[in-house]
């Protein structure tokens, strides 16, 4: 049997982040070489990942980031099945470490994201079916999105649960505009930038739901559609982004709030993601 040092489990240790005894059984059991111990924790995490495949994960962190340049970002949600794993240090780092190398890459999608490097030994996947088998919880990403714009702004919210990415059509002369706009989409919620990007299907929704409304409190039929769309109108200023008050000042929409920090300013992307909201 090979003489495994305590300086080797604790070189394994810090690579996998598997606890100690594993390290030390995984190098027993491959006999000191440690690229075959790497591949032991492997397998065993994708035994374990398999185990729990059917496991509802809806804890983690949610992170976002921007380039340098502030003309690209990304938004990562890693999920774990505990709020106890999602506090562990261990876990944060990993999420902090996903989200860096999906900021350096920017890839299209999120089978792409899974498929980078990790480090020279792994692919992020390949990193989160281990992590799986050394935290004994299901690791996943449930949401990867990109954003690529003249001027890109990035919030997270206290905790990590809730994250938002927007674009803007010019970088804003007012420093604080941007993250103004990533806070709005965090707290509203909008479906939509404007009424042009709400689908046929929910305007078709709303307009029945106002019909029907407007029946139930005894208006004429004749009078139906105009109210229904009157309360379309409503529907629109409370769920598209550019039409909603702004939270930092209710007065105005948010449109008037980015035209008054510049002409012309817009949003011409925005994406949220969060853990149960």
Do not use: W
Request: glycine letters at 8%; one cysteine or more; proline letters at 2%.
């Amino acid at each position: 049997m090979a003489n495994i040092t305590a300086a080797e489990v604790n070189k394994l240790r810090k690579q996998t982040g598997a606890g100690m005894m594993d390290c030390k059984k995984a190098l027993v059991e491959a006999e000191g070489d440690f690229d075959a111990a790497i591949d032991i924790l492997r397998k065993k995490g994708q035994k374990v990942a398999a185990k729990r495949a059917d496991r509802e994960a809806s804890e983690g962190a949610v992170l976002s980031a921007t380039t340098a340049d502030n003309t690209s970002g990304v938004l990562v949600s890693v999920n774990c099945e505990t709020d106890f794993v999602a506090k562990n240090e261990g876990f944060v780092n990993l999420s902090q470490q996903i989200l860096n190398v999906a900021l350096e890459n920017r890839p299209a999608d999120h089978a792409g994201l899974l498929a980078l490097n990790f480090d020279s030994s792994m692919t992020i996947g390949e990193k989160l079916i281990e992590q799986t088998g050394v935290i004994g919880e299901k690791i996943e990403i449930s949401s990867y999105e990109k954003v690529d714009a003249p001027f890109v702004a990035a919030y997270i919210h206290a905790g990590s649960r809730l994250a938002t990415l927007v674009g803007l059509s010019a970088a804003p002369s007012q420093e604080d505009a941007g993250k103004n706009v990533a806070m709005q989409v965090a707290a509203m919620n909008p479906i939509a930038i404007d009424e042009s990007g709400v689908d046929q299907a929910t305007i078709d929704r709303e307009l029945e739901v106002g019909r029907d409304l407007a029946r139930q409190e005894g208006k004429p039929e004749e009078m139906l559609d105009r109210i229904s769309q009157g309360r379309l109108k409503k529907f629109f200023k409370e769920t598209t982004l550019m039409e909603q008050a702004f939270i930092k000042e209710s007065k105005q929409t948010v449109s008037q709030y980015l035209n008054s920090v510049d002409k012309g300013l817009t949003v011409t992307a925005f994406k949220r993601s969060g853990l149960g909201v």
